[in-house]
């Protein structure tokens, strides 16, 4: 299993704390073999779930010029008109993506285009699902245009767990389709406002492949 960048220095401490406490546990509770075998059950688990998350997953990304892909793993939970008032100021669609514990948590492009925006903001923790998570949560905005002029703005949320967004976006910087542009540590979402005459092809409660599900089309 291939670990992803972001997860090497947390499953390295992980390792190292198991290790210990069933070097330490184990030596007082010798020769129970009963509790050192449920303490390295418990920390086995544990270890395995981490390195889990963090996996790289083997992808075949879709490369379409006229697709727009799912930036994440998870569920569709929103597919609705909406007003995008930080930067694009249109009337948008939004689509978005719950990213539970047992997804994987990388964020891919959509598009290929150049980012012409991108902006973190501090916020609150409400649960990824709830409604006001798109605005009211620590969030990263990232919007990228095509060659063609067509732009979508993907938003990273973080969620009641997710306490960190990583993003790999910076201003006047090239996006490819399917190429990797962030990772969010545990439970989160994703929004991609795209216009309002794509296309949609998926809909709320229909699982998610990031990177290879077609969440719209571009008419």
Known sequence: MKIH????????????????????????????????????????????????????PTRTPVVDPNAIVAPA???????????????????????????SVWNVHINWYP?????????????????????????????????????????????????AVARRIVCYSKDDKAAEQGKQMGFIKFGSRVDVFVPLDAKINVKPGQHAVGSETVLAYFD
């Open 5 to 56: 960048k972001e997860g090497h220095k947390i499953v390295k401490r992980m390792a190292i704390i198991a290790l210990l406490h069933i070097v330490i546990i184990g030596y007082l509770a010798w020769p129970n073999g009963l509790v050192i075998a449920i303490l390295v059950g418990t920390f086995g688990l544990t270890l395995t779930f981490i390195m889990r998350f963090f996996r790289i």
């Open 73 to 99: 793993d998870g569920t569709v939970v929103v597919v609705e008109e909406t007003e995008e008032t930080e930067y694009l100021k249109e009337r948008r669609i939004q689509i978005s993506i719950f990213m």
């Open 111 to 159: 598009i290929k285009g150049i980012v012409n925006y991108f902006k973190h903001h501090n916020g609150h923790f409400f649960v990824a699902r709830h409604p006001k998570s798109s605005t009211e949560n620590e969030r990263t905005s990232v919007v990228v245009t095509d060659e063609k002029g067509r732009s979508l703005m993907i938003r990273q949320i973080a969620g």
